[in-house]
């Protein structure tokens, strides 16, 4: 057998089963799928479907929907038609919900069985979602868990986590039904991480996994990235929600910047930049700040190296699709695949890299289209 080439950058992902929200396989070899939530009026659904829209755009793979109340569901109807990516309903204790939300073309109910009722109730949700297609999303939380626990364990921990989630699987299996995903998040990083942990362990189910009420965009992200990173590291995760108080296009950013990070996913531009000090011979900061919003519209995956003196540039620019180091006088150098290119002066970096990328980009999209061209015949 030939041994892995940078055996270290190996993540060795957990099995799970696969199962499917609407059109997105969630388990098994599929990739792991970017989520979000929207934090509009559910009710609104032209504010709802510009919301998905734009994180259609970001690049989401399944965006969930709060469905508090029948206005809700019923304005889920005109919100899943114009969807492009599937819908998630939320629900909480009110089955009926759950069933509106399955019967208007919901891909996903995202459920708490044993917070919806009797056994009765469950099964109408089983079969509501059996007969619509939908799959389950069990989202056990540690702020919600049930007072038998509590009582149980003292306090929310791991080891109750699990267990809720386990017997809220149970109940679905005993329903006949294993389409169903399982979530068990706490906004504490070592609580969530261990129950995770204990989870991925006890069954193999996918695993939605996340740092629930991480907080504002700048805390929330360390925060997630911090319970998230030491997941993924170590396997676990088949589908990611980054959750912050921000623009649900934020999410979606900071989830593909973590799978990128780890190798798992690539999306769009990686910009690799330094710090910047004293040696710089440009404004590295801005130059940065300003190309990565320039860029954000390239889907194509690719690597831009911006680093501001000889000390690190060509390095970095031997490993990158496009490269930029500062040089001396104003005068500063390209690097395209790796190898130096062409000089360029202060004057309009951010436009002619851009160019670069657009032109890079636009070449590996009409490659692959050729291939798929011979593919096909």
Same mark, same amino acid.
């Given at each position: 057998?030939?041994?892995?080439? *940078?055996?270290?950058?190996?993540?060795?992902?957990?099995?799970?089963?696969?199962?499917?929200?609407?059109?997105?396989?969630?388990?098994?070899? @599929?990739?792991?799928?970017?989520?979000?939530?929207?934090?509009?009026?559910?009710?609104?659904?032209?504010?709802? &479907?510009?919301?998905? *829209?734009?994180?259609?755009?970001?690049?989401?793979? &399944?965006?969930?929907?709060?469905?508090?109340?029948?206005?809700?569901?019923? @304005?889920?109807?005109?919100?899943?038609?114009?969807?492009?990516?599937?819908?998630?309903?939320?629900?909480?204790?009110?089955?009926?919900? @759950? +069933?509106?939300?399955?019967?208007?073309?919901?891909?996903?109910?995202?459920?708490?069985?044993?917070? &919806?009722?009797?056994?009765?109730?469950?099964?109408?949700?089983?079969?509501?979602?059996?007969?619509? $297609?939908?799959?389950?999303?069990?989202?056990?939380?540690? =702020?919600?868990?049930?007072?038998?626990?509590?009582?149980? !364990?003292?306090?929310?921990?791991?080891?109750?986590?699990?267990?809720?989630?386990?017997?809220?699987?149970?109940?679905?299996? %005993?329903?006949?039904?294993?389409?169903?995903?399982?979530?068990?998040?706490?906004?504490?990083?070592?609580?969530?991480?261990? @129950?995770?942990? $204990?989870?991925?362990?006890?069954?193999? !189910?996918?695993?939605?996994?996340? /740092?629930?009420?991480?907080?504002?965009?700048?805390?929330?992200?360390?925060?997630?990235?911090?319970?998230?990173?030491?997941?993924?590291?170590?396997?676990?995760?088949?589908? /990611?929600?980054?959750?912050?108080?921000?623009?649900?296009?934020?999410?979606?950013?900071?989830? !593909?910047?973590?799978?990128?990070?780890?190798?798992?996913?690539?999306?769009?531009?990686?910009?690799?930049?330094?710090?910047?000090?004293? *040696?710089?011979?440009?404004?590295?900061?801005?130059?940065?700040?300003?190309?990565?919003?320039?860029?954000?519209?390239?889907?194509?995956?690719? #690597?831009?190296?911006?680093?501001?003196?000889?000390?690190?540039?060509?390095?970095?620019?031997?490993? #990158?699709?496009? =490269?930029?180091? $500062?040089?001396?006088?104003?005068?500063?150098?390209?690097?395209?695949?790796?190898?130096?290119?062409?000089?360029?002066? %202060?004057?309009?970096?951010?436009?002619?890299?851009? $160019?670069?990328?657009?032109?890079?980009?636009?070449? +590996?999209?009409?490659?692959?289209?050729?291939?798929?061209?011979?593919?096909?015949?």
């Amino acid at each position: 057998m030939t041994a892995a080439i *940078r055996p270290w950058r190996q993540i060795q992902r957990r099995k799970s089963r696969q199962i499917m929200v609407g059109t997105m396989p969630v388990g098994g070899d @599929a990739p792991i799928s970017v989520q979000t939530m929207t934090n509009t009026v559910t009710a609104d659904a032209k504010a709802t &479907i510009e919301q998905i *829209r734009r994180v259609e755009e970001a690049g989401a793979d &399944i965006v969930r929907v709060s469905c508090p109340d029948q206005e809700s569901t019923e @304005a889920l109807k005109e919100i899943v038609k114009a969807a492009r990516i599937p819908i998630v309903a939320d629900i909480h204790f009110h089955y009926r919900r @759950a +069933i509106e939300a399955a019967e208007a073309g919901a891909s996903c109910l995202r459920i708490n069985p044993g917070n &919806i009722g009797s056994a009765d109730r469950v099964a109408e949700v089983v079969k509501a979602a059996k007969d619509h $297609g939908c799959s389950i999303r069990i989202g056990v939380n540690a =702020g919600s868990l049930e007072q038998s626990l509590l009582e149980k !364990y003292g306090e929310p921990c791991p080891e109750a986590l699990v267990e809720s989630a386990l017997d809220h699987a149970r109940i679905l299996e %005993d329903h006949d039904f294993r389409n169903f995903k399982i979530s068990v998040k706490a906004s504490d990083v070592f609580l969530a991480v261990a @129950a995770y942990q $204990g989870l991925a362990e006890a069954c193999d !189910y996918p695993l939605h996994i996340g /740092i629930t009420e991480a907080g504002g965009l700048r805390a929330g992200t360390v925060k997630s990235s911090i319970g998230l990173g030491m997941l993924l590291w170590s396997g676990i995760g088949d589908t /990611i929600r980054v959750s912050l108080s921000a623009d649900p296009v934020e999410e979606v950013k900071v989830a !593909y910047e973590m799978l990128k990070s780890l190798g798992l996913r690539r999306r769009g531009v990686t910009v690799i930049s330094c710090p910047s000090c004293a *040696r710089q011979r440009f404004d590295v900061i801005k130059t940065v700040e300003v190309l990565e919003e320039r860029l954000s519209h390239i889907t194509t995956p690719l #690597t831009v190296s911006v680093i501001g003196c000889v000390v690190n540039g060509p390095g970095e620019a031997t490993m #990158t699709d496009i =490269g930029f180091t $500062g040089g001396g006088k104003g005068t500063h150098q390209v690097y395209l695949g790796g190898v130096p290119a062409h000089r360029l002066k %202060d004057e309009g970096i951010v436009e002619h890299l851009v $160019g670069l990328v657009e032109q890079k980009a636009a070449e +590996i999209e009409a490659a692959k289209k050729d291939e798929a061209a011979v593919a096909a015949e």
